[in-house]
C-alpha cells in the first residue's frame, strides 16, 4: 500500500492491488478508519513518545480517468520509490474523505483532535 494526503488534509488517497482483502472490504463498506503511527522509531522502554494518528472518514475507489491521473501523479511526487508499484496494472487508487481525525502521543495523551 502507498499513500499520500491533500495540502489541506481533507482528503487520504492511496493504492493497493486490486485482489487484496483490503480492497474487498472498503468495496464492501466505504466507511474507513485508518492508524497511522511511528513506533518503530522509538525503543520498547519509550513508547510513550510514539505518535498515533486515527482517521476516520468515507472512502471511494477512483474510477474517473482524469482523477486517477492527479491521484497517481500525487502519489508518484510524494513516493517515487513506488513507481513500479504504482504503474501496475492491478493497482486500484481510493480517495478516503477525511471525516475527523485523533493524534495521540503514546496511549493516554491526545495532542489534536477535531470532528
Partial sequence: MAYA???DCTFF?????RNTTKFANIQANPNVC???D??????VRDREATLALTMRG????????PERKVVAALLHEKLPHFRKFLAGIEIEFIKIH???YLLMQGPTTTIDEEH
Fill in 5 to 7: 494526503v491533500s495540502e
Fill in 13 to 17: 488517497f492511496m493504492a493497493t492491488y
Fill in 34 to 36: 485508518l492508524l497511522l
Fill in 38 to 43: 511511528d513506533r518503530n522509531k522509538h525503543s
Fill in 58 to 65: 468515507r472512502a471511494a475507489i477512483v474510477q474517473d480517468q
Fill in 98 to 100: 477525511v471525516a475527523d
